[in-house]
């Protein structure tokens, strides 16, 4: 039902929704006749008005030994909305100066091997720095058959390229074949990488191969952080 949309919309929950609409339907009424027509258990009914009385959305009228509610009046309601919704007006000057305080990072997530695929293409390659680190590439080779290949052909100059590869037959026999053109070091043997992480001047993309998805980070601190990093392994690998 589109009223009880509306209503979920406004933050009330799914049985809230329907309780109020029931009582909105039978005016003054008791819990087991509103819960009837709510389709919900006494006790359900029960706690959900007491929670909508809380909030002012409905009214509890005793009489002898019975106790009956009815809904508020909808305008009330929406006037009470509006007035939420003009106090927080009256703050987002206060919010925005909140949220503009210092860079924030931008977080992408990316998965399947065509979304992934157009990361590596679109944005990592063409960077004017990169740093590959923990390549294992035999499994990037068959998820991207032509990848690695692409990469080592178009490698412009002025590109800052370096890669650390893992350390297995596949990732020696790629270092040996392309060690001549540019930088390229293998992962010691007691120190696996499980992922495959790429830093640019400003982003990190790092991509898990077995589950094929990836987290591409925008973030000039944290690309510096990992270059840092990847300085340090650079040093230790072979």
């Given at each position: 039902?589109?009223?009880?949309?509306?209503?979920?919309?406004?933050?009330?929950?799914?049985?809230?929704?329907?309780?109020?609409?029931?009582?909105?339907?039978?005016?003054?009424?008791?819990?087991?006749?509103?819960?009837?027509?709510?389709?919900?258990?006494?006790?359900?009914?029960?706690?959900?008005?007491?929670?909508?009385?809380?909030?002012?959305?409905?009214?509890?009228?005793?009489?002898?030994?019975?106790?009956?509610?009815?809904?508020?009046?909808?305008?009330?309601?929406?006037?009470?909305?509006?007035?939420?919704?003009?106090?927080?007006?009256?703050?987002?000057?206060?919010?925005?100066?909140?949220?503009?305080?210092?860079?924030?990072?931008?977080?992408?997530?990316?998965?399947?091997?065509?979304?992934?695929?157009?990361?590596?293409?679109?944005?990592?390659?063409?960077?004017?720095?990169?740093?590959?680190?923990?390549?294992?590439?035999?499994?990037?080779?068959?998820?991207?058959?032509?990848?690695?290949?692409?990469?080592?052909?178009?490698?412009?100059?002025?590109?800052?390229?370096?890669?650390?590869?893992?350390?297995?037959?596949?990732?020696?026999?790629?270092?040996?074949k392309?060690?001549?053109?540019?930088?390229?070091?293998?992962?010691?043997?007691?120190?696996?990488?499980?992922?495959?992480?790429?830093?640019?001047e400003?982003?990190?993309?790092?991509?898990?191969?077995?589950n094929?998805?990836?987290?591409?980070?925008?973030?000039?601190?944290?690309?510096?952080?990992?270059?840092?990093?990847?300085?340090?392994?650079?040093r230790?690998?072979?």
């Amino acid at each position: 039902m589109i009223e009880e949309k509306v209503l979920t919309g406004l933050g009330l929950t799914g049985i809230e929704a329907k309780v109020y609409l029931a009582a909105l339907t039978l005016g003054q009424d008791t819990v087991l006749r509103l819960a009837k027509k709510a389709g919900v258990k006494r006790p359900t009914c029960y706690v959900t008005l007491a929670n909508l009385f809380d909030r002012g959305l409905v009214t509890k009228i005793e009489k002898k030994t019975t106790t009956y509610f009815a809904a508020e009046n909808p305008k009330l309601i929406l006037n009470k909305y509006k007035e939420k919704l003009a106090n927080f007006e009256d703050l987002i000057p206060f919010f925005e100066a909140q949220f503009n305080k210092g860079p924030k990072p931008k977080i992408r997530y990316y998965e399947g091997k065509e979304e992934l695929l157009n990361i590596y293409l679109k944005t990592i390659h063409l960077s004017k720095e990169m740093y590959y680190f923990g390549t294992d590439v035999e499994k990037l080779t068959k998820i991207f058959p032509a990848l690695l290949e692409q990469y080592n052909q178009s490698v412009k100059s002025g590109q800052i390229y370096k890669e650390i590869v893992s350390n297995n037959p596949a990732g020696r026999d790629y270092a040996k074949k392309y060690k001549k053109i540019r930088q390229i070091k293998i992962m010691p043997a007691n120190l696996p990488v499980y992922a495959d992480i790429a830093i640019t001047e400003n982003k990190l993309f790092i991509v898990s191969l077995d589950n094929l998805f990836g987290v591409l980070i925008e973030s000039e601190d944290l690309a510096k952080t990992f270059k840092n990093f990847f300085k340090l392994a650079w040093r230790a690998a072979a």
